[in-house]
T-cell receptor
Framework: EAAVTQSPRSKVAVTGGKVTLSCHQTNNHDYMYWYRQDTGHGLRLIHYSYVADSTEKGDIPDGYKASRPSQENFSLILELASLSQTAVYFC????????????FGPGTRLTVL | KTQVEQSPQSLVVRQGENCVLQCNYSVTPDNHLRWFKQDTGKGLVSLTVLVHENDKTSNGRYSATLDKDAKHSTLHITATLLDDTATYICVVGDRGSALGRLHFGAGTQLIVIP
């Protein structure tokens, strides 16, 4: 059974529209992350959270908001989707112990037209 | 500037052959290095983690080395199978805790043909 799930798995959005990507984890992890993956590039961190009701900016937060309503759930929100936000988005979770292994969801393919 | 470089970008091998994937990085500090396998349309799955200078790990047909002086790692896949077709991603962590950042390579796309 998958410990990190994402929904939707794919989405087509229009420029200027609002998009919400959802992530749910059953690992009982405190930390959750949102990354984007672009062809030919490594994953880049957008937002992360280490406790419910709190989020932190990652390396490329512009154009994105995040929400952590509970330990299990972490959402990524694009208020005004743009063409440049077409990418695959990955959610991950980790505990706060040593080792820092992150467990990844299957990804959401977002296409903005 | 990309801090984790992987080579080759893509590789085609015949089933049963061995292959070697390379990872060079400039991340400092370099607490640990992890190799992930990403099947098409799927998430990243950890294969192995290397922590210490000159670490060597083995996980079935996958083995990896780390040279922290040279900031270089290799992933060896022995006797490849069709199911090894995937993208292999090298990731360097700058801390041993969740507060650290992970630095991702762009991946090597491996294609195994019959």
């Amino acid at each position: 059974e998958a410990a990190v799930t994402q929904s939707p798995r794919s989405k087509v959005a229009v420029t200027g529209g609002k998009v919400t990507l959802s992530c749910h984890q059953t690992n009982n992890h405190d930390y959750m992350y949102w990354y984007r993956q672009d062809t030919g590039h490594g994953l880049r961190l957008i937002h992360y959270s280490y406790v419910a009701d709190s989020t932190e900016k990652g390396d490329i937060p512009d154009g994105y908001k995040a929400s952590r309503p509970s330990q299990e759930n972490f959402s990524l929100i694009l208020e005004l989707a743009s063409l440049s936000q077409t990418a695959v988005y990955f959610c991950a979770s980790s505990d706060n112990l040593g080792g820092h292994e992150q467990y990844f969801g299957p990804g959401t393919r977002l296409t903005v037209l | 500037k990309t801090q984790v470089e992987q080579s080759p970008q893509s590789l085609v091998v015949r089933q049963g052959e061995n292959c070697v994937l390379q990872c060079n990085y400039s991340v400092t500090p370099d607490n640990h290095l992890r190799w992930f396998k990403q099947d098409t349309g799927k998430g990243l799955v950890s294969l192995t983690v290397l922590v210490h200078e000159n670490d060597k790990t083995s996980n079935g047909r996958y083995s990896a080395t780390l040279d922290k002086d040279a900031k270089h790692s290799t992933l060896h896949i022995t006797a490849t199978l069709l199911d090894d077709t995937a993208t292999y991603i090298c990731v360097v962590g700058d801390r041993g805790s969740a507060l650290g950042r992970l630095h991702f390579g762009a991946g090597t796309q491996l294609i195994v043909i019959p």
